[in-house]
């Protein structure tokens, strides 16, 4: 028998009631049980009188964002748990993903399991495992958590299944403070209120509300909101912190003369973030930026990564500052894994996903944005000037990214023209060819594509960048040309 359930990019998503079923979510959560009780248990501390009566085999936590039966779906995880012998702690309320990934290793627990389905439509929902070092899964650990799935699909899961364990009091867990003060201890909070600038938050009426802009507020700073409540449909569109729906926080902004704006998505792993006169800085900038800022203001040198598809200026930044660069496959856990093991001063994909140094290796659009903020109050001028400053520094560069939906006949042509060595296009002379994930083509000028079929959506993603913007419409075209011829 062949499940529906497979591990992308970020997890497992799906359509609620579609793929997306009770039946499934046991199966998925049944199969993570099988893989956690191959682990050796985490080491904890505790003190004699707790120790006494501890369960020292797994524990896992369980955490979800604010979509539709969220609440529901923790509480039948936590029951397959249980009687598959591992212990549920948990996450009563909604809660990003990087505060799940945080209390994983505060708490030392054999991992987590998140119901949600980040920044996808308000129909869809999602499991995302994250392993005991709070990392997304690596795919060598989601094809043993597929294979368990298929095995007890077919029977062989010793009735792991049935029966669940009864409805009652589980462990639970309240994440928010700890996250919040390791937040407190990464970012300067006292530069951003004493400069007195003002920040508009806009969550999404996703699991960031109450996170950043509590801490601000605690540390007086000024600080407003929008879409500050609970809404599963996300105002009736996909809880994305992109430009086009951002305009609310936009307005806010206008309003009470905000320096700076951030937003988080439905699980608060990604970012969006908007200068003070009303532009959305794209993800990729903010990444560049903040690279150069850290170094800059804590003296990190130890290295920076990028996913292949994100800006070369941060290749440009690396080599400025003689910080070695890493590039990796599309999917933040490899980024993670670099984090772990100290490698790197900051990680981000174009994505909108960022981590730094000694915090999680998980993507954190919380610490992002008030990140930015410290930059700004810091450095006292405009994101916009701060690019400005960046490429007269290294260059300019002018990156984009487009998705295109293919037939099965385009796809399957697309799939073969992405196995050939391509000398050139459209016109351009290809010096170089990339294979870390898809197929990135380099030019002679520094420009460059990158095509690859996206894990999560029906579509070819294309990333093109140029180092001067009127250069860009033209390699637009023949990328596109390139695909769907």
């Known amino acids: 028998m062949t499940t529906a359930i497979k591990f992308g990019t970020s997890g497992w998503r799906a359509i609620v009631a579609d793929e997306f079923t009770a039946a499934n979510i046991r199966l998925a959560v049944a199969g993570i049980a099988a893989y956690v009780k191959t682990l050796p248990a985490p080491h904890r501390v505790l003190p004699p009188q707790e120790a006494q009566t501890a369960s020292w085999g797994p524990r896992v936590l369980v955490g979800r ?11 039948e995880a936590a029951r397959v748990l249980a009687a598959a012998g591992v212990t549920p702690i948990v996450i009563p309320e909604a809660a990003p993903t990087p505060a799940i ?14 119901f949600t389905a980040s920044h996808n439509p308000p129909e869809y929902n999602g499991i995302k495992y994250s392993t005991p070092d709070g990392a997304p899964a690596l795919p060598e650990v989601t094809s043993q958590i597929e294979a368990a799935i298929e095995r007890i699909a077919s029977g062989g899961g010793g009735g792991i299944l049935s029966p669940l364990a009864p409805e009652g009091e589980f462990e639970t867990a309240d994440v928010k403070p700890a996250f919040l003060k390791r937040l407190a201890e990464l970012v300067d909070l006292k530069v951003i209120a004493k400069s007195g600038i003002k920040v508009v938050y806009d969550p999404f009426w996703g699991a960031g509300r109450g996170y950043p802009s509590d801490l601000l507020r605690e540390a007086g700073v000024t600080v407003e909101t929008v879409h500050d409540y609970r809404d599963v449909m996300f105002g009736g569109h996909a809880p994305e912190p992109s430009d086009e729906l951002l305009g609310d926080a936009k307005r806010k902004m206008k309003e009470m ?4 704006a951030m937003a988080t998505d439905g699980d608060a792993d990604r970012f969006g973030i908007v200068d003070g006169d009303g532009t959305f800085i794209q993800p990729n900038y903010i990444i560049a930026l903040l690279f150069d800022y850290l ?3 804590r003296g990190w040198r130890n290295g920076v990564a990028k996913s292949v598809a994100t800006t070369n200026l941060i290749n440009a930044l690396a080599e400025h500052h003689k910080i070695q660069l890493y590039e990796t496959p599309v999917g933040f856990k490899y980024i993670g894994a670099l984090i772990d093991q100290d490698k790197i001063a900051i ?13 999680v290796p998980e993507k954190d659009g919380v610490i992002a944005g008030l990140l930015v903020a410290e930059m700004v109050a810091t450095r006292g001028t405009s994101l916009g000037e701060q690019l400005k400053a960046l490429f007269a520094k290294v260059g300019s560069y002018y990156p984009v990214r487009e998705n295109f939906r293919l037939t099965a006949e385009q796809k399957a042509a697309f799939t073969e023209r992405l196995k050939a060595d391509p000398r050139e296009l459209g016109g351009r002379k290809v010096v170089q060819v990339v294979r870390t994930d898809g197929l990135k083509l380099v030019f002679e000028d520094g420009s460059w594509v990158c095509c690859r079929l996206s894990g999560t959506e029906p579509v070819v993603r294309v990333y093109t960048e140029t180092r001067s913007e009127s250069d860009l419409q033209a390699l637009r075209a023949a990328a596109e040309k390139f695909v769907l011829s």
Do not use: C, Q, W
């Not at 964002?65 to 509480?75: A, C, M, Y």
């Not at 990934?101 to 998140?114: E, M």
């Open 101 to 114: 990934a945080y209390a994983v290793r505060t708490l030392k627990t054999s991992g987590a399991i998140n």
């Open 65 to 75: 964002d604010p979509r539709f039966l969220g609440e529901s779906f923790v509480s």
């Open 347 to 359: 990680g981000g994909e174009e994505s909108a996903g960022l981590t730094i140094r000694g915090h």
């Open 295 to 297: 170094v800059e203001t």
């Open 257 to 260: 003369g905000a320096a700076v």
